[in-house]
């Protein structure tokens, strides 16, 4: 009998949590993603569908850039992340753990103060920028600050080591033996890179994936420090649904759709990757 | 003509499912539905209540009070650097102290009116306290939310003579709270032009100026859409108190031709300071305070009030419902409007007091100072953004009272402009 009882025991704790912390605020969200209705009159539940396509039609803009911000930002962790996780896997040598440390050193800084920082350094005047428009390099109104590739470069700059640390783990666990075994049979170094250390390292390029497009989709610290009004994205707005208009409806449809439109993308690339479960894969 | 065979296990299963046959629904079944439909109810009553209530008669203030006494206790919310500081010490507030025996808990909660709205609005909903008896509330769409939802206590006026005796008369009864039913002012500032002279050439007299394709990527404008709004219908020469919706249209319609002209390097919330101390933007729409501030640090700032005319603001003090110290916030509240206090509030926060009198005051208080304090204290006497003159007072306009039907309109017209 108490076999039986300990595994729900255990789950206990984290199945109130969720259930109290993220299932009941869901279902009260997905009520009112379909009300009618103002602050101030109240919201009425009349089921009306069409607050999502009201909403999808006057923000696909910022909705179709997220997704593209999102993805570049995670094309470019990767490029930046998959070499320094390489190197520290099997290059580091007895220092890896002190790597590890230098890579997650920022995240000992708030959030909010590095991107700041970013609007110092990047300043039209600024450190980085006076002196190349000195030396006639850059044109006197070259800017960084509101544009695209500040946002993005902000993005991957947040979430790299989110990127880092499940490549590393995985490459960290590529037997030794069987790259060794590839030279054996004659692999040259780029075929033991490309068939056996790649594939294996994949499943932690997927978990990395998950942890940085799902949350550089949705954020919006960035777009509202580095970004300028070309630059707004679906978190902004919904932000702005929520706490400066009070349309609960708009925003908690936005919220839906944002969230519907992850989880189908998340799925499609785990089938095209041929991982057939997303959350094996993610543990691995 | 045949009958044909009348095959009875047929027609069952032309009229019922296979499996089950006739068989009654299951419990898996039932609690299928069960759930769902349990999800349906759920979804039905998470309706949200609105309150809206009709204007209360005078007579709502004596009910409101009649039960409350003073508790010796206040705890105030407010914006940061917004009442004089010495060191981790607010001198006006321990003076309050020592004169009325009222302990003050003082803290600055309060960085922007939409985000601290959205946290206090849940439990003033629920008829919760908030944690603080009193607070600082700019005119706006969220003080008017507050009123229209009952959210605040109605002043008792008869308490406060100090307010009635010293308030400037163009500071009282203001259009967004008619009689100072619930609010009387904490300070008021102006938003205006600044620009940073050193990129700037000549003086700048005109918003005009904003929409000069000269400064392309250099302008900085507001994100507040009242902010922004007002400009627009500045620019076209509309008094934004009068205007209507078709004027709105109109003023969006520049605002977005400044927006796609590339003009607009970003519009800001109250970041925009920095931006223009470091040279991003050379040109902005500007809080007179925040200028006002960088100008007594000794930046090369300027700071004008544009000949079309410039939008005044007012942060209100205000009770809400659920206060559990009502009557030591009030009497705070009537504190600070007596000169000497009020001059001290303003030498420090720097922006517009509605005690007039304060102006005489801070020159008496110049004349008695020396060194760095005289020079600092006759800035401030002296300075158009502190003490407005009558030609800059004649050009200011407040925002426009929206209903919550007209504000869903206003929002639609100019949040895709600073929304992009």
Redesign the interface.
Known sequence: MRRKIAPYLLILPGGLWLVIFLVVPL??M???S??E?????????T?RLANYTDALVEFK??FLRSVGYGLAGTVLTIALAYPVAYWIAFKAGARKSTYLLLVLLPFFVSFVLRTVSW??LL????ILLQPLKGLGLLPA?F?V??TTAAVIGGLAYNYLPFMILPIYVALERVDPRVVEASYDLYASRRDSFTKIVLPLSLPGVFAGVLMTFVPMTSDYVNA??L??????MIG??IQ?E???????PVGGALSFTLMAAMLIGIFVYAKALGTENVLEAAAR | MTTPPRDLAFLRGLTQSRSRGGAPITRRDALRVGGLSAAALALAACGVQGKKVAPPAPSAAAGYWADKTKHGTLRFANWPLYIDKDGKRYPTLEKFTKDTGIQVTYQEPIQEMSTWFGKIQPQLAAGQDIGYDLMVMTNGFQLGKAIALDYLAPLDLAKLPNFTANAGDKYKNPSYDPGNVYTVPWQSGLTGIAYNPKYIDGEITSIQDLWNPKYKGKVGMLADTQEVANFGLFLLGIDPDKSVQADWEKAAQKLQEQRDAGIVRKYYENDYVDALVRGDIWICMAWSGDIYQQLAEGKNLKFVVPQEGATIWTDNLCIPKTSQNPVDALALMDYIYQPEIAAKIAEYVTYITPVPAVQDVIKADAAKATGEDKKALELAANSPLIFPSDSDLAKLRTYKVLTPAEEKVFEGIFQPITQG
């Open positions: 279902v009260f997905a009520s009112v379909t009300q209705g103002d602050i101030v009159n109240g919201f009425v539940q089921f803009t910022q609007k110092f300043a039209d005047d600024g109104d800017h600050l509101q509202s420090i970004g300028g009004p070309a630059n707004t902004n707005i702005t929520y706490l400066v208009n009070n349309d609960y």
